[in-house]
């Protein structure tokens, strides 16, 4: 057998080996709305906003292309814009930090 | 006139064809570690059992340069053969004349061999080594995958299909591997994915190398794509053969019988299984314990685990086996471990393979990776293919048995025809702790000592229903046996099954929560 550890299942405590797998999973983690992830790898083209700038719901953030899909990237509520991550011309993976609002 | 001359000019061209891309490519092949197409088929099938069709064919695609180029059979060599007598459909790859490359001519060469082994009803082996579609025959190529796919899903549960990946398998390609019943890997040499790490680079930046995208490794692991992982070719051949040993040749038949044999003594099965349901222990002895020869022939060894699938036999007769691993993650249901063994009821049922489930696990693994995931719907499967299933279906609850798990792992309501239980077994809706805490929650919050309280309380529940016999009291299970028993009970009830008819609601086809 391979490294046995204590596994917890509704309070009882079994002795068991983990896999690669369970332990690499994804920790799952509220989501802040006040950060705009990217949600799909791909490239910003275009951003429209400045860093202290005052924007409107539903206003343009910027534009993040992927698989030949220009994505706009609007405001979720009305905010001033904390700081922006990503610079245009970068190419992004998934679910990464790129616009934080005030 | 005599036929000389014409026999001379068979020769020649024959000669010319068994070239395949010619020794440059060949030498390149090799290079790889890999062995030519042709060798791969003569050694799957017995001695000089091979023959081949289409060798005379020719590609028909007149662009981009193409009206000048000769490849040899398109790429692809198709036959039949035997494999310990037994006749067999083949197909192999040819990535010595032009990459292997997927053209009309070469998909349909394809698809005639697969038409032979359903019209025929024997298993087809498709070895694929391709660089994928052969762009400049555009559209025609993508109608050559589409026809395969589509014969793949027709003769899915009717023939055995296996697919052996020796190369790349890139792109749309990867879907016909998917269609069939078992993907054979080996190390450093199969590789699969729908995008290569160039595209990914490109599009994504997102760096990688072939082997970490869709390598032997990561199939037999992550993904659960593959179901058999070897270190050489040869290795993966004897896969193969052993497989076929197990499995039937359509389903219209029974999987050979072999003369029985009783299980090798070092598998003592009372001195493997712990009596304290928290400790671990390897399940696949157990299984070993009560099959003929100890001779245990497991289905995807490296994914998921927790759960345990694969082929034995009692009494010479092929049984499908699937069992919760104490060992890995204490045995929990979770996505992987459903769809590896739901996919393997279904073919179990498909093929007449009668099916013995023995269960030891504490339910679904909780948590909101698994949650998100559709732990709903892949645990679904299970309780989908068991229900359906009506082979011989057997069921011997170890030690564990909560909860929905309980109801998944081919219970009574599920319809199991014979269920038997250990007298270790704790049949409940979960586990003493969890439940003592739900049901004593005001006493033990009370209590001036809660912990002291609760340690009573659990030791009352466990007293109570952490056994077989409530189980027992209301027929759920058929009867306590002693472990020692298990193999005998086992043999009798796959003996007394052995005429089952169980007849369902007429139906197109069901709605699996795929």
Redesign the interface.
């Known amino acids: 057998?391979g490294k046995?550890t204590e596994?917890n299942?509704?309070?009882?405590?079994?002795?068991?080996?983990?896999?690669?797998?369970?332990e690499n999973?994804?920790?799952?983690k509220k989501p802040d709305p006040k950060q705009i992830m990217s949600f799909i790898?791909?490239a910003i083209v275009e951003i429209f906003v400045k860093e202290g700038q005052k924007v409107k719901a539903g206003e343009g953030l910027m534009i993040l292309e992927a698989?030949k899909m220009k994505n706009r990237i609007e405001m979720p509520f009305d905010g001033v814009i904390k700081k922006i991550y990503v610079t245009e011309g970068v190419?992004v993976?998934n679910r990464l930090l790129m616009l934080e609002i005030e | 006139m005599s036929l000389k001359r014409n026999i001379l000019d068979l020769r020649k061209r024959k000669e010319k064809v068994l070239q395949g891309g010619g020794e440059k490519a060949i030498q390149k092949q090799v290079a790889m570690g890999k062995l030519t197409a042709r060798e791969r088929v003569t050694s799957i099938l017995d001695e000089d059992s091979f023959h081949e069709y289409d060798l005379f064919v020719e590609h028909e695609a007149r662009d981009f340069g193409m009206e000048k180029k000769e490849l040899h059979g398109d790429g692809v060599i198709i036959g039949t053969g035997t494999i310990y007598g037994e006749p067999v459909c083949i197909f192999a790859q040819d990535f010595t004349v032009a990459g292997g490359s997927l053209g009309l001519m070469h998909a349909r060469k394809i698809t005639k061999i697969m038409d032979h082994a359903l019209k025929m009803r024997v298993p087809l082996i498709g070895i694929n080594d391709s660089g994928g579609a052969r762009i400049q025959e555009g559209v025609n190529s993508l109608a050559g995958y589409g026809e395969i796919f589509f014969r793949n899903t027709l003769a899915s549960g009717v023939i055995p299909q296996l697919s052996v990946i020796l190369g790349p398998c890139a792109g749309g390609a990867v879907y016909s591997p998917a269609l069939t019943d078992f993907v054979f890997v080996v190390e450093n040499i199969s590789k699969m994915f729908i995008t290569g790490p160039e595209v990914i680079k490109t599009?994504?930046?997102?760096e990688i190398s072939m082997e970490e995208l869709g390598g032997a490794k990561v199939h037999s692991?992550?993904t659960g794509n593959a179901h058999f992982y070897a270190l050489s070719e040869y290795e993966c051949f004897e896969q193969i053969k052993k497989l076929l040993t197990f499995i039937p040749w359509h389903n219209g038949k029974k999987a050979k019988a072999f003369p029985p044999k009783p299980p090798k003594p070092e598998f003592k099965i009372e001195d493997i299984v712990p009596a304290d349901?928290?400790?671990?222990y390897?399940i696949r002895n157990v299984i070993k314990s009560v099959v003929d020869d100890s001779d245990f022939f497991e289905v995807m060894e490296n994914f998921?685990?927790?759960i345990v699938i694969g082929f034995g036999r009692m009494n010479g007769e092929t049984v499908g086996f699937v069992a919760n691993q104490?060992?890995?993650?204490?045995?929990?249901l979770d996505c992987?471990s459903s769809d590896k063994a739901a996919r393997f009821i279904r073919y179990c049922d498909a093929f007449n393979i009668p099916l013995v489930t023995l269960e030891d696990m504490?339910?679904y693994?909780?948590?909101?990776?698994q949650e998100?995931m559709g732990v709903i719907r892949h645990g679904a499967k299970i309780l989908y293919a068991y229900s359906e299933a009506t082979v011989p279906k057997i069921t011997v609850i170890i030690r564990k048995a909560?909860g929905g798990g309980y109801i998944a792992m081919n219970s009574r309501h599920m319809k199991a025809d014979f269920m038997f239980a250990w007298p270790t077994a704790e049949i409940a809706v979960?586990?003493?702790?969890?439940a003592a805490?739900i049901i004593f929650r005001k006493e033990i919050m009370a209590a001036e000592d809660p912990d002291a309280v609760r340690r009573e309380k659990v030791a009352e529940y466990k007293e109570k229903f952490a056994n077989p016999y409530v189980a027992a009291a209301k027929g759920y299970i058929d009867t306590v046996i002693e472990p020692l028993e298990t193999r005998n009970m086992l043999l009798h009830s796959i003996e007394v099954s052995s005429n089952k008819a169980d007849r369902r609601p007429q139906k197109k086809h069901g709605i699996p929560p795929f």
């Open positions: 057998m046995i596994f299942i509704d309070g009882t405590l079994y002795q068991t080996e983990l896999t690669k797998k369970f999973r994804k920790i799952w790898p791909g698989m190419k993976p | 599009v994504l930046g997102e692991e992550i349901p928290t400790q671990p390897d998921a685990g927790n104490p060992m890995v993650l204490a045995g929990v992987d504490p339910g693994l909780p948590g909101v990776d998100h909560y979960m586990g003493p702790e969890g805490n």
